[in-house]
């Protein structure tokens, strides 16, 4: 049970997606302008790398590991996992449409999304069990999701703020997004 | 080599084939039921999933527009190519559909404002605003830091040299970025469809006028207009909230005018008769000058009785692209405007001008058709989408005293007046007697002297100042010689062979209990007076009687209806006007009229009909200018209204009050403070 709590806190805080491994950048930037926004791009990625990486996991156990052909693993990923999220989007839009309109635009958003390829690919490198494939993906989108709102938090200030011109937009992004990883290097003696 | 080559391009390919083969089983399992047309309405759009429209990609703002949560032109990208190419899908006219345009709510930037403090921090309105709201006296002012400006996309905001955001209508797009920035939330989006269904809230910026007006017009705006020489807009802002102004410029007994601030320092802009002006101008160029149509909508709405309130809320309701038929029991439409309203104050010509102009707006009126004789409420809830019912107060209230049933020269106030419109001329005696304080009781002394009585009474049991009836009125009856006797009330009427002689009545005394005077009889104290006619005109009430048991009524005998929406206990049915308040005013009648008007338009979509959460049920209190601004005085007097002369008056049915001609019309509307709540026009002083 240590281990997972170990586990977790390290994918979270110490080898934060975002913020330390620089993996899902685009979304960082793209959908960080509005804490509300944030919160469902994030529910979405949550729900989408727990999913993809079990299956992506599976199919390197019972498929390319038994027919030698581990050197497609990236694009055998890049399918499994664009299948999988347009056959999550036509579930949940039947099932629930209350979810499917929070989640909205954000699923297709992320089927491309490098975090989560990313995250599948370290479950496989760091050589890990299903139970922690399963928790290390789940606790690696959380810290997606932490960094995003966080961000988010920071930039619906900036808003408010009189910021020099040339600051103005990404660039302040950027400057903010630094700053932020420099204060998530100080968890790397957590652990 | 080629063969692992081989293997690997196999496996893939499975992989690829078994994806898509689970794909398409999968979209066929979980197929959900879509209207083709939102198929056909995303291939319309312009396909960029940019979310400017407030839609989760262009797949959900088609099925909002499928749904009617939104308009054709929704995509803001396409602009007015994509909305034509909507519009044709969903089959609806593109050029009936009126973009909403960002408006603001205050007219005074922080320079011309009454301010509390200055503030010099972050030049951006939402953090201003963190500062006790900004430093200006008022709470919603406009803070003229220019969030706004910044958050508009399109270039259509710039700061004006008064400090205010300057919209420019024709690069306005209506997207809301403006309306959602403002932390006041006075930048917003305003239509004729919007400004018709909307309520006032007590977080607006109102004047004094505006906020104290049942009908809740914006005054400040057609005065303005007046003083500018544009006196289309000034009609057009009246009837988006009143579409009486011809009735309401003659017989409205103006409150606003009470409320005005200028009254505070000398006399009151004259904006009863700047409404009429407005509204004669319209008449004399005998064109109709309508709000924006709405497409039809399809949905139909019963109204029972043409009384202002019936057509108010047919007009309106009409306005929003319903199809509504008006129900009259009486020959002619009008209500009590045509049977309670002699013709010295309003003749029956220009009433009927303005009835054609609710007809021009696409509403129906069928006469001679009562409820409960011709039709059933029962009915109508079937037949219509909902019922508006404005059967009005026609019941009078009896005097109840000895021998009131007993002489035919004993009548009520309605039915007498019933007559003079339809026309007949009765005879009478030398000695009329009124009975009563309202304006009914006015209407019928001041017509009586018109049908050449020698002597006209007035019996009141208050005194003069708690007549119910409209001060000019009283002094306009006394002017054209109705006697008054305050302080009396009548307790018998005495004749000889079916003829009414005398009338007695017991003097009264008033005691003050706090609030309005109570009338007590001083005993023993009893007049007597001689009498050829007596009109009772001492209050009426609606008659319930068509309607039994269906609807709930107050302990009044008036119908119970919720409060800014006009329903009753029966969901598809909605009442207002005097049928709801009892006696009451046109102007209340056509409040109740939009009121229900906007209420029945959100139920017949599904929307949520309550009032808004800062609904503002009575006009707040003004207490004077405050901060110790001063009003300073004009050169100009409050123009003089004219009249004909009395001795035409006291003999002819003609109307009494002229309208103001153009030149006086601009110099009293130059009068006008422009008030906010807070903030006026030429104050004398900036900092309390």
Wanted: aromatic fraction near 6%; hydrophobic fraction near 40%; charge should be negative.
């Amino acid at each position: 049970m240590t281990e997972y709590l170990l586990l977790f806190i390290s994918a979270v805080f110490v080898n934060n997606i975002l913020l330390a491994q620089f993996l899902g950048n685009c979304p960082f930037i793209g959908v960080s302008n509005k804490v509300s926004t944030a919160l469902g791009m994030a529910m979405a990625v949550v729900f989408v790398i727990t999913i993809s990486s079990m299956f992506t996991w599976m199919s390197v156990k019972y498929l390319l590991i038994p027919l030698e052909l581990e050197y497609l693993q990236t694009i055998a990923f890049i399918l499994i996992i664009a299948t999988l999220v347009q056959f999550v989007e036509i579930f949940i839009q039947k099932v629930s449409p209350t979810l499917f309109r929070t989640l909205g635009i954000y699923l297709p958003l992320i089927t491309t999304n490098c975090a989560v390829l990313g995250v599948s690919i370290i479950n496989i490198r760091n050589e890990y069990d299903f139970m922690h494939t399963l928790v290390h993906s789940f606790s690696a989108a959380v810290g997606f999701g932490l960094a995003l709102v966080l961000f988010a938090g920071i930039r619906e200030r900036h808003a408010l703020c009189d910021i020099p011109k040339p600051l103005r937009g990404t660039s302040l992004a950027l400057i903010t997004a630094g700053l932020l990883a420099l204060t998530f290097s100080a968890f790397k003696g957590l652990l | 080599m080629l063969m692992s080559i081989a293997i690997a391009a196999g496996i893939m390919g499975a992989i690829g084939v078994f994806s898509a083969a689970f794909l398409g089983v999968a979209g066929k399992v979980f197929a959900i039921v879509r209207d083709p047309k939102v198929d056909e309405l995303e291939e319309a759009l312009v396909g960029a999933n940019c979310g400017a429209c407030g839609y989760s990609g262009c797949a959900a703002a088609a099925q909002a527009v499928v749904e009617g949560r939104a308009k054709v032109n929704v995509c803001l990208l396409g602009g007015a190519e994509t909305a034509e190419r909507a519009a044709e899908v969903m089959g609806v006219d593109v050029t009936a559909e009126e973009t909403p345009v960002a408006t603001l709510g205050c007219n005074y930037g922080v320079d011309n404002a009454h301010l509390l403090f200055d503030y010099r921090g972050i030049k951006d309105c939402r953090a201003a605003a963190m500062v006790l709201g900004g430093g200006k006296v008022c709470a919603m002012g406009c803070l003229g830091l220019g969030t706004c400006v910044r958050a508009c996309n399109f270039g259509a905001l710039r700061l004006g040299d008064n400090g205010l955001p300057v919209v420019d209508k024709d690069k306005c797009i209506a997207c809301g970025a403006c309306e959602a920035s403002c932390p006041k939330g006075i930048i917003k989006l305003s239509s004729t469809q919007l400004r018709i269904a909307h309520q006032q809230e007590s977080t607006e910026c109102l004047a004094p006028c505006e906020a104290t007006c049942p009908a809740q017009i914006d005054i400040p705006l057609y005065i303005r207009s007046i003083a500018e020489g544009d006196y289309r807009q000034a009609i057009t802002t009246i009837k988006e909230h009143n579409p009486f102004p011809l009735v309401c410029g003659r017989v409205c007994p103006h409150p606003c005018e009470a409320a005005c601030r200028r009254g505070d320092h000398d006399e009151p802009i004259a904006i009863n008769p700047l409404k009429r002006f407005a509204a004669d101008y319209e008449m004399n160029l005998n064109e109709r000058i309508l709000p924006n149509r709405a497409p039809s909508t399809g949905k139909k709405i019963a109204v029972v009785g043409s009384g202002p309130s019936g057509l108010t809320c047919a007009y309106y309701l009409s306005a929003r692209g319903h199809e509504v038929k008006v129900f009259e029991a009486m020959p002619k439409p009008g209500g009590m405007l045509r049977y309670g309203i002699p013709d010295y104050r309003l003749p029956q010509s220009v009433l009927d001008w303005e009835i054609g102009g609710v007809e021009a707006m696409g509403v129906e009126i069928q006469c001679n058709t009562a409820l409960g004789k011709d039709i059933s409420l029962e009915q109508l809830e079937e037949e219509y989408d909902a019922v508006y019912l404005a059967m009005g107060a026609w019941k009078s209230r009896a005097m109840r005293i000895e021998g009131e049933d007993d002489y035919p020269e004993i009548e009520s106030g309605i039915a007498f007046l019933e007559k003079l419109a339809k026309g007949e001329r009765p005879e009478l005696g030398d000695e009329v007697v009124i009975v009563g304080g309202g304006n009914t009781a006015m209407d019928c002394a001041r017509s009586s002297l018109r049908l050449g009585a020698a002597n006209v009474y007035l019996l009141y049991r208050r005194s003069r100042a708690e007549m119910p009836a409209a001060v000019h009125e009283v002094n306009d009856g006394e002017f054209e010689g109705i006697q008054y006797h305050f302080l009396s009330a009548p307790i018998r009427a005495v004749g000889t062979d079916n003829s009414l002689r005398s009338l007695e009545f017991q003097r009264m005394r008033l005691e003050d209990h706090g609030g309005r005077p109570k009338p007590v009889p001083i005993e023993g104290d009893i007049g007597n007076m001689k009498v050829t006619n007596l009109i009772a005109a001492i209050g009426q009430g609606p008659d319930l009687t068509a309607l039994g048991t269906m609807v709930d009524a107050t302990k009044w005998e008036t119908v119970l209806t919720e409060i800014g929406t006009c329903q009753t206990n029966r969901e598809k049915t909605f009442a207002g006007g005097d049928f709801a308040r009892g006696g009451a005013t046109v102007v209340e009648g056509v409040r109740d009229g939009r009121d229900g008007a906007r209420a029945i338009h959100l139920f017949l979509n599904g929307e949520d009909m309550n009032v808004p959460e800062n609904y503002l049920a009575k006009p707040p209190k003004f207490t004077g200018v405050k901060g110790g601004f001063e009003v300073l005085p004009t050169d100009t007097p409050r123009v003089e209204v004219p009249v004909i002369e009395k001795s035409e008056r006291v003999s002819t049915f003609a109307e009494v009050e002229i309208t103001l001609n153009e030149e006086q019309a601009k110099q009293e509307a130059a009068r006008c403070l422009q008030c906010g709540e807070v903030c006026f026009k030429g104050h004398r002083g900036k900092r309390s």
